[in-house]
């Protein structure tokens, strides 16, 4: 049996869907910036709110009162890391492709965050009364949804090699 190449396995497809995916997130933030009053929310659906901050740390605000620099040189290595991981993937390997190319996306948009304001813009917020989750953005659920992806295909990868 042929296995079939991922889609996203081909280089060119990889760059286009990630620089989609990275301007698609500097779009909505740029719409954020102009037009979301700051820390003050917007309610969409009773749990569900918009809702600008600024993150000054990596994700759910860890490191936060780190230097800058420490924090942009950490999100380089993770890149170079998961674009290494990348690399070493087999081409038929679908969910772990869409993975790392919504991982670096992802990353790259909190990059261009880190670089142009010194912090990262963070605007969706779940909520109930008396609780609420960590205030998020489109390259934070990238990211997370990039790993919950490669770890799909690493469980789908193994039950394949088990039959």
Known sequence: ???????????????????????LDQIIKLAVEA????????????????????????AFSMFSGMEREWIIGMRVIIVAFVLWLWRRSTPDRTFAHLGYALIIAGAIGNLIDGFAYGHVIDYVLFHTQSWSFA?????????????????????????????
């Open 35 to 58: 037009y979301l009053p700051l820390q003050e929310p917007v309610a969409l659906l009773p749990v569900l709110a918009l809702y600008r901050t600024y993150n000054l740390g990596v």
């Open 135 to 163: 205030v998020f953005n489109l390259a934070d659920s990238f990211i997370t949804v990039g790993a919950a992806s490669v770890v799909l295909d690493e469980l789908l990868g193994s039950k394949k090699k088990d039959q």
């Open 1 to 23: 049996m042929i296995a079939r190449r991922a889609l996203l396995s081909r280089p060119p497809l990889a760059v286009a869907f990630i620089v989609l995916a990275v301007v």
